[in-house]
């Protein structure tokens, strides 16, 4: 029987089957479900029922059971789920997955088309326009054809490898389609998006267990997409579409055009919207087609992409900074809705900053509930003179935070509520408000509650302690029930006080607890950077290393010197010496050295033992690579140079070197060998 075609009522019983006859049976059943799969997913036009299909893939099941040595990890069977991970490795990507240019003018699109008319010396330009989904970027690469792995954007170099979640997607193919050649590697880019029919399905259920919502169809799909237990992810309705071809070992295509032919050949889900565009009055008309269908379509959209259509010519653009000059996203403007302000909460931030926060009507703007907005601070309030009570104009952009934009005038009979203003005391920990300009500041740093959730993501932060494990959702339950009220708490939980959080098991509390323990020893910089004082940021918090080279020294430092530092203004350092000089910071600070944290110390610029010295290296290492030694050179303030002159200090000679030696030699620079090398950088 061709199960493509049609699935019986029942199957032969199984204790009869030959291994041979199961192995047989096996291939069939997969190819069949790889192609039922795809008239589903990829094509919309299933050819069997659901329940039929269920038949089909409860057999397959069956017979894996019975013959486990048959079991394959590309089998459909495996869309259930793996066992849960500790944490979601690294993955570097094939190529540097950038991101876009991006403006809502109409005037940006015009300087983008002219600037590529310019450079690439021709009156039209040919273009394609795509719909912008608001979903999440990753990169699936495909080995001869079976996917190897799944990662997300990250920072664009490096992204984790969401793999086992990413198999229980059934949208997207565990095979590539058999129709073409299929390329030996292939590594494409696409957007991993829950419909918005799914998003309120999930939500629903969420609701029911007690659980929290998801704030929008693009959380839910990355919250679920990141799970370390990818048998959470199976049966998750996202979907994907794929837009963009990173790398193939075989023939490119020459367009994008035809890499939506390429892609979808393969079998991979690629959006029906797109339109070849000639100029930008072409393109402005699919944008606001696309707008018009906006309501309808069942995934969120927060734009159009315009890329160039030719490949050639996007490699001749090439990128700037972390852009392709090739591609540009249209955004459409911001959505804007009217309700009412019931209240006016004002919150502390993870600096101190307190914030009035509009708490509204809900109302709902382009798909997501809105139910509070910020007022940035108490001018702003009064400028747009917005109170309990008002009706308001609040807008949303794409992932910024809503804002009241204004007051809705209404007929004079109402009486209004007061103005607002500041509260004198911190509601969270009573301590005296400050003023910085527009600011209202809380001085309670590390001992105020308010500030806790906030410090403590930001301290687990990738800049800063880089504890990953530790996500939004762990820091809300230790923060709500008590378990960390300080900072310095973290380091003081057991695995077994990880264990008692939901959603732990064994592996995960583990990696967890061992990711805090080896925090303790952060690198100065990163550990100043994780202590969230305000005005000091990353390149704040290196300079800051880099002049004490030890922690103990720099929260000793008078204030004078603080403010001496050449690359540090002002207000950063006072900002430090007024963190350092509150005795509740310091309580903190003591608290986590008694725990064991010790920042690792940074070299100084004084122990920068080769600051104006010049090496020039030949010939291989045993110990170093070329770059390694590069670095070791610069880390200490020296400079590697690439050839011999009277300016070089030392040429050092590994292995096989080159006629920079017998340069070096000739001029008198004074030869080392590894080890002279090895007691020079140490
Ligand atoms: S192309 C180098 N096409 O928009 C250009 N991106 O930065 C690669 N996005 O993170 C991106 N829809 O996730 C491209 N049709 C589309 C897209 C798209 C959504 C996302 C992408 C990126 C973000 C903007």
């Not at 290296?617 to 670095?631: I, N, V, W």
Request: net charge neutral; hydrophobic share 35%; with cysteine.
């Amino acid at each position: 029987m061709d199960y493509k075609k049609s699935i019986p009522d029942t199957f032969a019983g199984i204790s009869s089957l030959s291994k041979n006859d199961a192995q047989k049976e096996i291939g069939r059943i997969r190819e069949a479900i790889i192609y039922h799969d795809r008239q589903y997913y990829i094509k919309n036009k299933p050819v069997i029922s659901d329940s039929a299909y269920d038949r089909l893939f409860c057999r397959l099941e069956e017979l894996e059971e019975r013959f486990a040595d048959l079991k394959s990890e590309n089998s459909p069977t495996s869309r259930v789920g793996a066992e849960p991970v500790g944490s979601l490795k690294k993955r570097r990507h094939t190529v540097m997955m950038q991101s876009l240019q991006a403006a809502l003018e109409e005037e940006k699109i015009r300087g983008f088309d002219s600037t590529i008319r310019n450079a690439a010396k021709r009156r039209t330009i040919e273009y394609m326009a795509e719909p912008k989904f608001d979903g999440l970027s990753v990169e699936l690469v495909y080995t001869n054809g079976a996917l190897e792995y799944a990662a997300t954007r990250g920072n664009g170099g490096t992204g984790e490898d969401i793999s086992n979640n990413v198999r229980t997607v059934k949208a997207i193919p565990l095979l590539l389609a058999d129709e073409g050649t299929i390329p030996a590697r292939l590594a494409v880019r696409g957007e991993i998006l829950m419909t918005k029919k799914g998003f309120q399905e999930l939500n629903r259920t969420r609701i029911a267990e007690n659980r929290e919502p998801f704030a929008n169809p693009r959380n839910a799909a990355a919250g679920t997409i990141r799970q370390l237990d990818s048998r959470n992810v199976a049966g998750v309705p996202l979907d994907i579409y794929c837009y963009e071809l990173l790398q193939t070992s075989g023939n490119e295509p020459a367009t994008q055009e035809e890499t939506f032919e390429f892609l979808s050949h393969l079998g991979l889900r690629v959006n029906p919207e797109r339109k070849k565009c000639l100029s930008v009055d072409d393109i402005a008309r699919f944008r606001e087609t696309m707008a018009e269908k906006r309501e309808q379509i069942d995934y969120d959209i927060d734009g159009i992409v315009v890329k160039v259509n030719d490949r050639p010519l996007r490699k001749k653009l090439g990128s700037r900074e972390r852009n392709p000059r090739w591609a540009f996203a249209w955004k459409f403007p911001p959505g804007k809705e009217i309700t009412r302000v019931y209240d006016i909460l004002v919150q502390v931030g993870r600096t101190g900053i307190l914030t009035p926060v509009a708490l509204l009507e809900p109302v709902d703007i382009g798909g997501v509930t809105i139910s509070r907005a910020t007022l940035h601070n108490e001018d702003e309030v009064r400028r747009k003179d917005i109170r309990v009570g008002d009706n308001v104009r609040v807008e949303r952009a794409g992932d910024v935070i809503p804002e009241v934009v204004g007051r809705v005038e209404e007929d004079g009979k109402k009486k209004r509520g007061a103005a607002f203003s500041m509260p004198e005391k911190c509601p969270s920990c009573g301590d005296t408000i400050t003023r910085e300009g527009a600011y209202h500041i809380c001085p309670g740093g590390l001992s105020c509650r308010a500030q806790l959730e906030g410090r403590l993501r930001h301290f687990a932060s990738r800049g800063a302690c880089d504890i990953e494990t530790l996500g939004d959702k762990t820091v809300s339950h230790l923060v709500k029930r008590n378990m960390v009220t300080n900072i310095a708490d973290l380091f003081a939980l057991s695995k077994d006080d990880f264990l008692s959080l939901p959603l732990y098991a064994e592996k995960s509390a583990a990696t967890l607890y061992e990711q805090i323990q080896n925090a303790k020893c952060t690198p100065l910089d990163r550990f100043i950077y994780a202590l969230g004082i305000r005005h000091v940021g990353e390149h704040i918090a290196r300079v800051l290393a880099r002049h004490f080279g030890s922690f103990d020294k720099l929260r000793n430092a008078k204030p004078e010197e603080l403010l001496h530092i050449r690359e540090i203004g002002e207000e950063s350092a006072r900002a430090v010496a007024e963190f350092f000089g509150d005795p509740r910071n310091n309580t903190s600070i003591d608290r986590m050295l008694d725990y064991g944290v010790k920042p690792e110390d940074a070299e100084t610029k004084q122990a920068q033992k080769l600051a104006g010295t010049t090496i020039v290296l030949t010939g291989e290492l045993d110990r170093y690579s070329r770059r390694e030694a590069k670095q070791r050179i610069e880390a200490l303030g020296g400079k590697a140079a690439s050839s011999v002159s009277s300016k070089t200090d030392y040429c050092v000679a590994g292995k096989r070197p080159g006629s920079k030696l017998e340069v070096a030699k000739n001029i008198g620079v004074r030869i080392l060998d590894e080890n002279e090398f090895e007691s020079l950088v140490h």
